[in-house]
T-cell receptor, first 119, second 112 residues
Framework: GAVVSQHPSWVICKSGTSVKIECRSLDFQATTMFWYRQFPKQSLMLMATSNEGSKATYEQGVEKDKFLINHASLTLSTLTVTSAHPEDSSFYIC???????????????FGPGTRLTVL | QKEVEQNSGPLSVPEGAIASLNCTYSDRGSQSFFWYRQYSGKSPELIMSIYSNGDKEDGRFTAQLNKASQYVSLLIRDSQPSDSATYLCAVNLGFGNEKLTFGTGTRLTIIP
């Protein structure tokens, strides 16, 4: 259980184009999903917290107009990188918060990640 | 001071030995603690979660939490080459706080 998928797993695009990344919780409902970015040899950097049916909460320094997040259902959140530039090339990872059996605490499960390369 | 600190390593351990990974955190109110394993080029995979002081064992893995000293550790017994990865410590304030704060990770290499 608690499987999260991402699509696509990798994408190469030209500078100036937009790229959409999908994150799905396959066997549970996720009221909250998170989007991270990871540059080589660095740790995860939280970009935004996405709650179903409401606007995403962005971390300081993350441009909300550049990284559009939509959480339309309890199993799907999307991240759109608009007008991508080479400096946006990174590993983008989503996670979904799952409430396990009663008495335990929410846990985040990660998708497999999307490697974005902007030429 | 970083919120969650880990020794970046690399930590080299002979196969079959015990690998010990440590993590300290700054927020005394933290409630939930997680260890994730990340292979190169892959996303993090949950290894252990721990919420109360003491030890929690799961197979070859043991998580230890000491809230008074604000540290959490992960022990890997009978280390295998497949355990070679970066191990990320993550902390959550709990009480409805949704975000995880990650350490920079410790790179572990198991030497055959």
């Amino acid at each position: 259980g608690a499987v999260v998928s991402q699509h696509p797993s990798w994408v190469i695009c030209k500078s100036g184009t937009s790229v959409k990344i999908e994150c799905r919780s396959l066997d549970f409902q996720a009221t909250t999903m998170f989007w991270y970015r990871q540059f080589p040899k660095q740790s995860l950097m939280l970009m935004a917290t996405s709650n179903e049916g409401s606007k995403a909460t962005y971390e300081q320094g993350v441009e909300k107009d550049k990284f559009l997040i939509n959480h339309a259902s309890l199993t799907l959140s999307t991240l759109t990188v608009t007008s991508a530039h080479p400096e946006d090339s990174s590993f983008y990872i989503c996670s979904a918060r799952a409430l396990l059996t009663s008495g335990s605490t929410d846990t985040q499960y990660f998708g497999p990640g999307t490697r974005l390369t902007v030429l | 001071q970083k919120e969650v600190e880990q020794n970046s390593g690399p930590l080299s351990v002979p196969e079959g030995a015990i690998a010990s990974l440590n993590c300290t955190y700054s927020d005394r109110g933290s409630q939930s603690f997680f260890w994730y394993r990340q292979y190169s080029g892959k996303s993090p995979e949950l290894i252990m979660s721990i919420y109360s002081n003491g030890d929690k064992e799961d197979g070859r893995f043991t998580a230890q939490l000491n809230k008074a000293s604000q540290y959490v550790s992960l022990l890997i017994r009978d280390s295998q080459p497949s355990d070679s990865a970066t191990y990320l410590c993550a902390v959550n304030l709990g009480f409805g706080n949704e975000k995880l704060t990650f350490g920079t990770g410790t790179r572990l290499t198991i030497i055959p």
